[in-house]
């Protein structure tokens, strides 16, 4: 989702309001790198240590250090494995599930219960303020038949429920503890956590410092006893900076035009991990001129999203041919996508009669950002279209496209799992609660593919469901698809053991730090 995270994510995109730290907040680091201290750099904010209340990518990337889950995905093969859970079973008609909890604790040392569990995930599901409820919304019930044993009701069988039982906010918190000081309070300064690390410290709008859990229930992990910072610093100069000064281990979201260089130095592991991150142009299906189906064919015809990727990404990203990323399970390689062809495009927007109608394309300030929307204005401008386009701070994207006050607007999003069905229900399903990602395209047709998709357990009926889904939505122009893009990130040779998946989950747990 989310996010820009399915943001501008979800995750998932452009997390909002970033804070830049000015040049005199610099002083808090040490010139050198201590042996004793991990330092991640990220333009992604932590706003919140409550697993529930946020899909933004810094957050995601947060949740993954405090909070264990019932699965986890081995980082290695993304295979899920035992989690909290150490077994499980599911019954004959696939609607019920069995989760047997190991022996594990929280960090105060109290025990992990399936309460625990019960709590966490009710939470998610049902709480208002939840922000993405959608992974638990095949749940009927969770309870706790014994203090080890969890057991989940499904209104019907669900074939991507595993999976959704990993991703980010499914991490367990203490019932006891939230109960005791209140949501608020259980929440905004120490958490009691379940994950490999506990907080030390809390600066919002600067850095979360985090320590290892000493009652982790994966024994020997987290492997290094190094504290962990997580910084946030808006500016990619100052991030480049500090990597190459040596202050710091890690920097998220290398800008594409510093790879090249970054490759080259000595002391610097830059590398491109795989994601399931796609760009995409969101068409606003509400009003005129996106309501029309021709004028967007003819939006899409337009876009030459080869040379978009090789202008924007420096070559480093994948054209995209669906609307779906193109690193998730049954994601269709072989369709042709969107033929670039602006003559043809030219005809179809005169057939529509939204030939010279202005369009609004909402832009945040960001380089890509404002590169995109440049570009996307030049073609549309070529077969006659008049876009202007609007810049707006995070929070204003947001509401704008929520409302449908917008024609169109460029950002990412990326899926939490390798399954396509939370993709297709956060991108191009009308019924699922997101509005197609507020381009409020809707298809019955599609609805009926994506529910067919969750309950279909045979696996060559499930991708020919999904590239159904993916051919209808992409030839009607959901969204127009840009390129899939890795995850850019730059790593000190010191470390060992350390990446970023395709979650947006670090693996700091599995880190050492060599000489």
């Not at 599930?97 to 625990?116: K, N």
């Not at 492997?223 to 202050?247: C, F, H, N, Q």
């Not at 701070?393 to 509401?399: F, N, V």
Request: glycine share 6%; hydrophobic share 40%; proline share 6%.
């Amino acid at each position: 989702m989310n996010f820009w995270n399915r943001s501008p994510v979800r995750v998932t995109g452009s997390i909002l309001r970033n804070v830049t730290i000015l040049a005199a907040g610099l002083a808090v680091f040490e010139p050198a790198l201590a042996a004793d201290v991990i330092r991640v750099v990220s333009p992604y904010q932590t706003t919140t240590l409550d697993p529930m209340r946020s899909a933004a990518a810094g957050n995601i990337e947060t949740y993954g250090q405090l909070y264990s889950r019932l699965l986890r995905r081995n980082s290695e093969t993304g295979a899920l494995e035992p989690g909290l859970a150490e077994t499980w079973e599911i019954s004959e008609d696939g609607k019920t599930y069995t989760f047997h909890l190991r022996d594990a604790q929280f960090s105060d040392g109290s025990p992990i219960t399936a309460a625990d569990v019960a709590f966490s995930l009710d939470r998610i599901r049902s709480d208002k303020k939840s922000a993405y409820p959608a992974p638990l919304g095949a749940v009927e019930g969770v309870t706790a038949s014994d203090a080890k044993t969890v057991v989940v009701t499904l209104k019907s069988a669900f074939a991507p429920f595993l999976g959704n039982a990993e991703i980010w906010n499914m991490g367990i918190v203490s019932k006891a503890d939230v109960e005791k000081r209140g949501e608020e309070g259980a929440f905004s300064t120490v958490p009691v956590t379940s994950g490999p690390y506990e907080v030390k410290q809390w600066k919002p709008n600067e850095k979360l410092v985090l320590e290892p859990n000493p009652h982790y229930w994966r024994k020997g992990y987290p492997k290094s006893d190094a504290t962990v910072e997580l910084i946030e610093i808006a500016s990619p100069e100052t991030r480049i900076a500090m990597l190459k000064a040596g202050e710091i281990d890690v920097v998220r979201a290398v800008p594409w035009a510093q790879i090249d260089e970054l490759k080259t130095a000595e002391a610097i592991d830059m590398r491109l991990e795989p994601s399931t991150t796609i760009y995409m142009t969101l068409l606003n299906h509400k009003r005129e001129p996106f309501s029309n189906l021709k004028a967007r064919q003819a939006a899409g015809m337009a876009i030459d999203n080869k040379a978009m990727a090789a202008a924007i990404t420096r070559g480093y990203a994948e054209p995209a041919n669906t609307t779906l990323p193109g690193s998730v399970d049954f994601h269709d390689k072989d369709y042709p996508g969107i033929a670039h062809d602006p003559a043809k495009a030219k005809e179809l927007l005169a057939e529509s009669g939204m030939a010279g109608r202005e369009v609004k394309i909402l832009a945040t300030a960001d380089a890509p950002s404002q590169q995109t929307a440049l570009l996307i204005q030049a073609q549309w401008q070529a077969i006659g279209l008049k876009p202007v386009i609007v810049n707006v701070d995070g929070g204003a994207w947001w509401d704008a496209t929520g409302k449908g006050d917008y024609d169109a607007a460029a950002n990412w999003w990326y899926n939490e799992t390798p399954d396509p069905d939370l993709a297709v229900r956060w991108a191009v399903c009308g019924s699922c609660g997101s509005n197609s990602y507020n381009t409020f395209y809707a298809n019955p047709k599609v609805d009926e593919l994506v529910e067919q998709g969750t309950k279909e357990v045979d696996e060559a009926k499930r991708a020919d469901i999904y590239k159904e889904i993916q051919k209808i939505t992409t030839e009607e122009v959901a969204q127009i698809p840009l390129y899939y893009a890795p995850n850019a990130v730059a790593y000190s040779k010191r470390l060992q053991g350390l990446k970023l998946t395709p979650s947006l989950q670090w693996t700091l747990e599995e880190t050492s730090i060599g000489q």
